[in-house]
């Protein structure tokens, strides 16, 4: 099978696993993962590889802009000191416990490729366990500390990988110049994405066509990365910085038009990227089982479940201890309710999947490099293991974690989206009173507006408890009717270009307003 041909039937594969995901209600990294698996065991399965060298420039820069620029910076300031805890000293603890723990149960595979291993499998992965916050409703510092975790430490682990790969392939490793470099790679990194996030920011301002803006976001990513890696900085931190510059501003230098087709792109970047990690760890497991034929399944079997159990007690651990230090949440919410607090706890204990980053990572390394095979293979079960058995038992463990008091998507300081709506309501509200006298010849459209900002600001949901189911039905009732009528629209015109009344090109024109509606409503 070719390479397009293989490409082509990657991608059907994953909108069918996304597809059965969303229907069975399983966060889809958790099926990829075990499609990825399903794909080994196929007889004919597709042959597409990547050269170890380009595997982390393809996936990585995207992976880690599209997080950051979704990435709330005002969180990110409240929660620095825990999220610098679990982004350092979590990846840091979780390193050293590895390569501890697979050193001394594979004396052979040597100190720096147990370190390269603990490097590949301590960074988290987000996306499965935010879907099932999302789904499920979960407090927003429990996302926060998640999702911010995720994104920063990947540059910790992967800054480790690159002097643990280097110690590997020269032999040589000197403390005082991996913690140097170490802070260089930050600095350097952090100064570098932040310059490309301003001037793309700027570039964009003045731009004022979608497909171009789109095209030039998918760029910005790359051109952080590359100039940081190639002056020996971090391109992770490059991409991540540039991220959250450009995400802060997204609201300011984007129309409507071109932000509704910047995030659309994105997300689908997103998906088919993580699509085609886990497939292609799928595709080359077969070879790299047959490159364990040294190892018993009895020696296998044991190395794997001491290399997973280590991995998930020590983020345990980690934050158990951890959550009892100044400015962590555990201690503000222990005040009122220390059952709580504990939950709390356990529930971002709990969250810690891996995904595609561990996977590039792994799949990065280069050939021939001491125990490559079984370092892929203990990824894929640590992969395995934290998204398909962490990932199915979350939502047990987010409902038994009752959040009394904290309001599901909340910090504990109100329903900040309704506050939001009231403002922009009564701003819009005044307008049209001030825009009156200046176009007394078009009364009836801004009575129209008026009696529209009335009505969405009379269904904004209240913080009375009694009142609040009431209200969501009748906005879920409302929703239901307004679809309705914008379906039967977008019908009548598509069938009056059937008939020949109108062209393609007019059915877009107004199919993109019906859309911008649907959307408008669904926001």
Request: proline content about 6%; glycine content about 10%; cysteine-free.
């Amino acid at each position: 099978m070719d390479t397009l041909s293989a490409a082509v039937g990657i991608l059907l594969l994953i909108a069918f696993l996304y597809e059965v995901a969303r229907r069975i209600g399983v966060p889809y990294p958790t099926l990829l993962v075990l499609g990825g698996l399903g794909v080994a065991v196929v007889p004919f399965r597709p042959s597409l590889t990547l050269q170890p060298e380009i595997v982390l420039l393809v996936f990585l820069p995207p992976l880690l802009f599209s997080a950051a620029f979704e990435t709330p910076l005002r969180e990110l300031r409240t929660y620095v000191a825990p999220i610098v805890r679990l982004a350092i000293g979590l990846v840091v603890f979780t390193i050293a416990l590895v390569a501890i723990a697979a050193h001394t149960v594979m004396p052979g595979l040597g100190w720096a490729a147990a370190v390269t291993l603990g490097a590949i499998v301590a960074p988290t992965d987000a996306l499965a366990a935010t879907s099932i916050f999302r789904r499920l409703g979960a407090p927003r510092v429990v996302r926060t500390l998640v999702e911010s975790e995720s994104l920063f430490n990947d540059a910790t682990a992967l800054v480790s990988y690159r002097f643990a790969v280097i110690a590997a392939v020269s032999g040589t490793f000197v403390l005082s110049d991996a913690i140097g470099g170490f802070v260089a790679a930050v600095v350097g990194g952090t100064i570098i994405g932040w310059v490309a996030g301003r001037a793309f920011s700027e570039v964009l301002r003045r731009l004022d066509s979608p497909p171009v803006e789109v095209a030039i976001s998918l760029v910005i990513p790359y051109l952080a990365y590359l100039p940081a890696e190639r002056l020996g900085f971090s391109g992770v931190l490059a991409a991540v910085a540039a991220g959250l510059i450009v995400g802060r501003r997204l609201g300011t230098i984007l129309s409507p038009s071109s932000r509704v087709l910047w995030l659309t792109t994105w997300k689908m970047i997103g998906f088919l990227l993580n699509g085609f990690a886990f497939v292609l760890i799928g595709l080359a497991l077969p070879d790299v089982l047959h490159g364990l034929g040294a190892n018993s399944p009895v020696e296998l079997a044991g190395v794997t479940v001491i290399v997973v159990g280590v991995v998930v007690l020590a983020r345990i651990v980690w934050i158990t201890i951890a959550s009892r230090l100044p400015g962590s949440p555990r201690r503000l919410i222990a005040r009122r309710d220390p059952q709580q607090a504990s939950r709390l706890t356990f529930v971002v204990s709990w969250a810690g999947l891996r995904g595609a980053v561990s996977l590039a990572a792994a799949l990065a390394l280069p050939i021939g490099f001491p125990g490559r095979n079984l370092i892929l293979f203990l990824t894929f079960a640590v992969i395995l293991a934290t998204l398909v058995g962490q990932g199915l038992t979350l939502p047990y463990v987010l409902r038994r974690a009752a959040w009394d008091g904290i309001e599901p998507d909340s910090d504990g300081t109100g329903d900040e989206g309704t506050r939001a709506r009231e403002t922009a309501y009564l701003a819009g509200l005044d307008e049209i009173e001030r825009l009156r006298p200046l176009w007394p010849g078009h009364q009836p459209l801004l009575d129209r507006l008026e009696s529209g900002l009335r009505d969405r600001r009379q269904h904004l949901a209240t913080q009375d408890p009694a009142e609040t189911a009431e209200r969501r039905q009748e906005r879920v009732e409302h929703e239901e009717i307004q679809r309705a009528i914008i379906g039967a629209q977008r019908t009548a015109v598509t069938e009056l270009r059937d008939q020949g009344g109108i062209n393609d090109e007019t059915l877009r024109g107004i199919e993109r307003e019906f859309d911008l509606e649907e959307l408008r409503m669904e926001g």
